[in-house]
């Protein structure tokens, strides 16, 4: 079945940049939205943006100025950067699939999820 | 601060029906998108339990329901189990002069009693 594995460091220093990977196996990159949604004990979950296999992305306004993502369809693989980081984007992230039900007909949902990647912005 | 608001806790005896309420606004749920709802044990990640308002995914118990009206959604838990205890949040889509994105309740955590 198709699974989700973030990748990343643990640990970035603030004011640098954030990278992560997500790579999707046992199913193509090419369909569905990829998204990226956060997790801290002080926010719950924020969708950070998602992003379609030919490229096009929707953001978060609130993070939007800092905020890059990518796919590689050759390596199933989609990113995201995020730049400036601050002790506020200390968090749990997740990729995640937009939800596509058995009639074709494309949800704001998520259903499934990788296990997630825990990630300390330290000053 | 999320603009979709739920109770921070709900709970229930075993084979009670609960009921987890989500309100937002006229530029989310009253504006027409749909709500989705998951269940999160701590330590994992999110699993979809409602997605359009009121249907289930595969797998998930017809124990599990939503519904929508006016600004406001719900997610109703019949026959309350232990398994059941988890965190619930609903999501929906908000489109406002910021922008248009998802949005997350701040999460409701269910105690079976």
């Known amino acids: 079945q198709v699974q989700l594995q973030e990748s990343g460091p643990g640990l970035v220093k603030a004011s640098e940049t954030l990278s992560l990977s997500c790579t999707v196996s046992?199913?193509?990159?090419?369909?569905?939205?990829w998204s990226w949604i956060r997790q801290s004990p002080g926010k719950g979950l924020e969708w950070i943006g998602y992003?379609?296999?030919?490229?096009?992305?929707n953001y978060n306004p609130s993070l939007k100025s800092r905020l890059t993502m990518s796919v590689d369809t050759s390596k199933n693989q989609f990113s995201l950067r995020l730049s400036s980081v601050t002790a506020a984007d200390t968090a749990v992230y997740f990729c995640?699939?937009?939800?596509?039900?058995?009639?074709?007909?494309?949800?704001?949902?998520?259903?499934?999820w990788g296990q997630g990647t825990t990630v300390t912005v330290s000053s | 601060q999320s603009v979709l608001t739920q109770p921070p806790s709900v709970s229930g005896a075993p084979g009670q029906r609960v009921t987890i309420s989500c309100t937002g606004n006229s530029s989310n749920i009253g504006a027409g998108y749909d709500v989705h709802w998951y269940q999160q044990i701590p330590g994992t990640a999110p699993k979809l339990l409602i997605y359009?308002?009121?249907n289930r995914p595969s797998g998930v118990p017809d124990r599990f329901s939503g519904s929508k009206s006016g600004t406001s959604a719900s997610l109703a838990i019949t026959g309350l189990q232990a398994e059941d205890e988890a965190d619930y949040y609903c999501q929906t889509y908000d489109s406002s002069l910021s922008g248009s994105h998802v949005i997350f309740g701040r999460g409701t955590k269910l105690t079976v009693l």
């Open positions: 992003i379609y296999y030919s490229g096009s992305t």
């Open positions: 046992g199913g193509s990159i090419s369909s569905h939205h």
């Open positions: 995640a699939r937009g939800f596509t039900d058995s009639g074709g007909f494309y949800y704001d949902a998520f259903d499934l």
């Open positions: 359009g308002n009121n």
